[in-house]
């Protein structure tokens, strides 16, 4: 019964806290989302082009948004310990991505080409 107790009251005192600090420098909502795009685009880029694979290239993304790796780094950790918050950012991420892959294949049935399946796409197992 004691350990039920203070289980209870640890865990009633731990939902209470923010698990990460607010940092100095966040990055806003609106310009996280733009940031987790690109990010985004770029890795599905990078299983198309090998010389995309490099570490560095993600480098572009920070010197577009003037950021580096360790603001992102501690923005995304924060948004993280906001579960809510951090729902909606990639809602809102995969929202543009899905609106940007009908935009592509509506283009590609114009054009008569089809667009490739990604390996292991349930759709491709018959």
């Known amino acids: 019964m004691k350990k039920a107790l203070f289980l209870l009251v640890v865990l009633s005192w731990g939902c209470g806290q923010s698990a990460v600090e607010k940092p100095d420098n966040l990055i806003d909502e609106a310009t996280m989302v ?49 579960i809510e918050k951090y729902r909606k950012i990639y809602e809102k991420v995969d929202a543009r991505l899905q609106a940007e892959k009908t935009t592509a294949d509506s283009l590609a049935k114009k054009e008569g080409r089809t667009t490739p399946t990604p390996p292991g796409d349930p759709g491709q197992i018959k």
């Open 34 to 82: 733009d940031i987790l795009y690109d990010l985004s685009v770029l890795e599905a880029m990078k299983t198309r082009d090998a010389k995309l694979s490099d570490n560095s290239s993600a480098g572009y993304v920070y010197k577009k948004y003037n950021i580096d790796s360790v603001q992102f780094a501690h923005s995304n950790q924060y948004y993280a310990a906001e």
